[in-house]
C-alpha cells in the first residue's frame, strides 16, 4: 500500500480515528509520519512490556507469602524479586523452582487465561478449521469426563457427532 501524501513509498504507519461514530483511516510512511509529526515507536522490547505487565501485581506477601519470594534456584541463582525487575527467568528449572508463584503471574498477564487459546487465521481452509474445532471439542470432552461432569460431556459428545458428518 502506498503513502497517502507522498504516493512514493511504502505506508508502515496504520491511522484509525473515529469521529462521531464515523471512521478514517490513513495509511502513510514513516517519512511523512516525521513531518507531520507523528511519532511512532514501533516496537517495545519483550523485557519492557512484561514490567509494565507486571507493575500493576499485588505486593509479594499477597501473591507468593512471605517465604516464597526468598526462595533462590539452585541452577543459575535467580530469584522471583529478579523476576519481577527483569521480567525473564534465569534458567528452564525457574518454571519448576517458581513452580507455585508463577501462575498467578501468568494469568495476570494474560488476562485470566492459563492456556493457549489462540486464534484461527481467516485464510484457513474450512476442512483446517474443522479440524481444529473437533481438535479443541475433544480436549473440553475430555476435561468433562476428567470431572465428571457427564451432561455436559453428553452435549460435547454430539457436537463432535454433528461437526464429523
Known amino acids: 500500500m502506498q503513502c497517502q501524501i507522498c504516493n512514493k513509498n ?16 490513513m495509511h502513510i510512511c514513516e517519512d511523512c509520519a516525521a513531518e507531520q509529526g ?11 512490556l512484561l514490567s509494565s505487565l507486571l507493575a500493576v501485581q499485588p505486593t509479594d506477601d499477597e501473591l507468593f507469602g512471605p517465604s516464597e519470594k526468598e526462595v533462590t534456584c539452585p ?11 527483569e521480567a525473564v527467568l534465569g534458567c528452564p528449572y525457574d518454571y519448576e ?10 494469568e495476570k498477564a494474560h488476562n485470566g487465561k ?20 473437533l481438535l ?22 454430539d457436537k463432535i457427532k454433528n461437526c464429523e458428518t
Not at 10 to 25: Q, Y
Not at 75 to 85: S, V
Open 75 to 85: 541452577h543459575c541463582g535467580f530469584t522471583l524479586e529478579q523476576f519481577r525487575k
Open 114 to 133: 492459563t492456556t493457549h487459546c489462540g486464534k484461527v487465521p481467516s485464510k484457513t481452509p474450512k476442512d483446517a478449521r474443522k479440524k481444529v474445532e
Open 97 to 106: 523452582i517458581f513452580e507455585k508463584s508463577l501462575p498467578p503471574l501468568i
Open 136 to 157: 479443541n471439542l475433544r480436549q473440553q470432552l475430555e476435561a468433562a469426563v476428567q470431572s465428571e461432569d457427564y451432561e455436559l460431556a453428553a452435549k460435547l459428545r
Open 38 to 48: 507523528i511519532t511512532v515507536k514501533s516496537q517495545i522490547p519483550i523485557n519492557e
Open 10 to 25: 511504502d505506508a508502515t504507519i496504520h491511522l484509525t480515528e473515529i469521529t462521531d461514530g464515523v471512521r478514517s483511516e
